[in-house]
Protein backbone atom coordinates (compact mmCIF):
# COMPACT_ATOMS: atom_id res chain seq x y z
CA UNK A 1 0.00 0.00 0.00
CA UNK A 2 2.91 2.46 0.69
CA UNK A 3 4.77 1.86 -2.50
CA UNK A 4 1.60 2.12 -4.31
CA UNK A 5 1.10 5.41 -2.83
CA UNK A 6 4.75 6.67 -3.61
CA UNK A 7 4.64 5.08 -6.62
CA UNK A 8 1.61 7.60 -7.04
CA UNK A 9 3.25 10.89 -6.10
CA UNK A 10 6.95 10.44 -8.12
CA UNK A 11 4.10 9.54 -11.22
CA UNK A 12 2.01 13.07 -10.21
CA UNK A 13 2.34 15.46 -12.51
CA UNK A 14 3.81 18.01 -9.94
CA UNK A 15 6.67 15.29 -9.89
CA UNK A 16 7.16 15.13 -13.55
CA UNK A 17 7.19 18.98 -14.03
CA UNK A 18 9.44 19.26 -11.09
CA UNK A 19 11.84 16.02 -12.77
CA UNK A 20 11.67 17.94 -15.80
CA UNK A 21 11.99 21.57 -15.62
CA UNK A 22 15.31 23.24 -15.68
CA UNK A 23 14.16 26.09 -13.55
CA UNK A 24 11.36 25.28 -11.55
CA UNK A 25 13.72 21.81 -9.85
CA UNK A 26 16.34 23.86 -9.01
CA UNK A 27 14.33 27.04 -7.90
CA UNK A 28 12.79 24.22 -5.14
CA UNK A 29 15.88 22.94 -4.19
CA UNK A 30 17.09 26.71 -3.57
CA UNK A 31 13.86 26.82 -1.42
CA UNK A 32 14.52 23.75 0.50
CA UNK A 33 17.99 24.99 1.29
CA UNK A 34 16.78 28.58 2.09
CA UNK A 35 14.69 27.06 5.08
CA UNK A 36 17.27 24.82 6.25
CA UNK A 37 20.03 27.60 6.75
CA UNK A 38 16.74 30.16 8.63
CA UNK A 39 16.79 27.14 11.02
CA UNK A 40 19.91 25.94 11.42
CA UNK A 41 21.66 29.91 11.53
CA UNK A 42 18.95 30.56 13.86
CA UNK A 43 19.20 27.47 16.04
CA UNK A 44 22.78 27.34 16.16
CA UNK A 45 23.41 31.18 17.74
CA UNK A 46 20.18 30.56 20.57
CA UNK A 47 22.08 26.92 21.26
CA UNK A 48 25.67 28.61 21.99
CA UNK A 49 23.96 30.86 24.29
CA UNK A 50 21.74 28.47 26.33
CA UNK A 51 25.53 26.91 26.62
CA UNK A 52 27.13 29.58 27.78
CA UNK A 53 28.53 32.16 25.19
CA UNK A 54 27.40 35.46 24.98
CA UNK A 55 26.20 35.81 28.43
CA UNK A 56 26.00 39.55 28.21
CA UNK A 57 22.63 38.81 25.56
CA UNK A 58 19.53 38.98 27.28
CA UNK A 59 18.05 35.43 26.61
CA UNK A 60 14.44 36.51 26.47
CA UNK A 61 14.22 38.71 23.27
CA UNK A 62 17.05 36.38 21.68
CA UNK A 63 14.85 33.32 22.31
CA UNK A 64 11.46 35.13 20.95
CA UNK A 65 13.40 35.93 17.55
CA UNK A 66 15.62 33.29 16.90
CA UNK A 67 12.79 30.58 17.88
CA UNK A 68 10.57 32.38 15.42
CA UNK A 69 13.35 32.67 12.81
CA UNK A 70 14.44 29.04 13.20
CA UNK A 71 10.11 27.90 12.59
CA UNK A 72 9.74 29.78 9.84
CA UNK A 73 12.59 27.82 8.57
CA UNK A 74 11.66 24.72 9.25
CA UNK A 75 8.32 25.04 7.63
CA UNK A 76 10.35 26.92 4.61
CA UNK A 77 12.31 23.39 4.55
CA UNK A 78 9.20 21.04 5.03
CA UNK A 79 7.67 22.64 2.18
CA UNK A 80 10.20 22.75 -0.60
CA UNK A 81 11.74 19.39 0.93
CA UNK A 82 8.43 17.92 0.20
CA UNK A 83 8.24 18.72 -3.14
CA UNK A 84 11.74 17.71 -3.50
CA UNK A 85 10.35 14.14 -2.18
CA UNK A 86 8.01 13.74 -4.02
CA UNK A 87 10.19 13.48 -7.24
CA UNK A 88 11.61 10.68 -6.13
CA UNK A 89 9.76 9.30 -3.48
CA UNK A 90 10.09 5.43 -3.70
CA UNK A 91 13.94 5.71 -4.02
CA UNK A 92 13.87 8.32 -1.00
CA UNK A 93 11.49 6.41 1.35
CA UNK A 94 13.94 2.73 0.23
CA UNK A 95 17.32 4.82 1.77
CA UNK A 96 18.08 4.34 5.09
CA UNK A 97 19.97 7.27 4.92
CA UNK A 98 16.85 9.57 3.84
CA UNK A 99 15.00 7.61 6.87
CA UNK A 100 17.56 8.21 9.44
CA UNK A 101 17.96 11.99 8.68
CA UNK A 102 13.88 11.85 8.78
CA UNK A 103 14.33 10.43 12.31
CA UNK A 104 16.99 12.49 13.56
CA UNK A 105 14.64 15.99 12.10
CA UNK A 106 12.01 14.41 14.34
CA UNK A 107 14.37 14.00 16.99
CA UNK A 108 15.38 17.68 16.67
CA UNK A 109 11.87 18.90 16.50
CA UNK A 110 10.88 17.24 19.61
CA UNK A 111 13.78 18.22 21.50
CA UNK A 112 12.37 22.06 20.58
CA UNK A 113 9.20 21.81 21.36
CA UNK A 114 10.02 19.96 25.00
CA UNK A 115 11.87 22.60 25.63
CA UNK A 116 9.85 25.76 24.60
CA UNK A 117 7.02 23.69 26.94
CA UNK A 118 9.52 24.31 29.10
CA UNK A 119 10.25 27.94 28.78
CA UNK A 120 6.79 28.95 28.27
CA UNK A 121 5.81 27.10 31.95
CA UNK A 122 8.02 29.66 33.28
CA UNK A 123 11.12 28.30 33.35
CA UNK A 124 12.55 30.78 30.77
CA UNK A 125 15.43 32.03 33.25
CA UNK A 126 14.85 35.76 31.72
CA UNK A 127 15.18 37.14 35.37
CA UNK A 128 19.15 35.12 36.01
CA UNK A 129 21.56 37.48 35.64
CA UNK A 130 23.67 37.12 32.60
CA UNK A 131 26.88 36.15 34.18
CA UNK A 132 24.78 32.63 35.92
CA UNK A 133 25.10 29.42 34.08
CA UNK A 134 21.91 28.75 32.89
CA UNK A 135 20.00 25.32 34.27
CA UNK A 136 21.22 21.88 33.24
CA UNK A 137 18.37 21.14 30.80
CA UNK A 138 18.49 24.01 28.94
CA UNK A 139 22.53 22.68 28.24
CA UNK A 140 21.82 19.77 27.77
CA UNK A 141 19.09 20.35 25.20
CA UNK A 142 21.33 22.67 23.29
CA UNK A 143 23.70 20.18 23.05
CA UNK A 144 21.40 17.35 22.29
CA UNK A 145 19.90 20.41 19.62
CA UNK A 146 23.37 21.10 18.21
CA UNK A 147 24.16 17.55 17.88
CA UNK A 148 21.20 16.39 16.02
CA UNK A 149 21.14 19.20 13.86
CA UNK A 150 24.52 18.65 12.48
CA UNK A 151 23.57 14.67 11.68
CA UNK A 152 20.23 16.04 9.80
CA UNK A 153 22.55 18.40 7.82
CA UNK A 154 25.16 15.70 7.27
CA UNK A 155 22.82 12.96 6.55
CA UNK A 156 20.32 15.78 4.02
CA UNK A 157 24.03 16.11 2.20
CA UNK A 158 24.89 12.50 1.95
CA UNK A 159 21.10 11.33 0.80
CA UNK A 160 22.23 12.83 -2.57
CA UNK A 161 24.79 11.01 -3.08
CA UNK A 162 24.18 7.52 -1.77
Not at 16 to 34: D, Q
Not at 87 to 103: H, Q
Amino acid sequence: MLEAWLTALEGSTLAGALRNSVWVYPLVNAGHILGVALLVGAIFPLDLRLLGIWRSVALGPLWRMLSRTAAFGLALAILFGSLLFITRATEYAASPLFITKMLVIAAGITNALALNKIALQGALPEQLSTSRRLPLIYRLAAGLSITVWLTALTLGRLVGYF
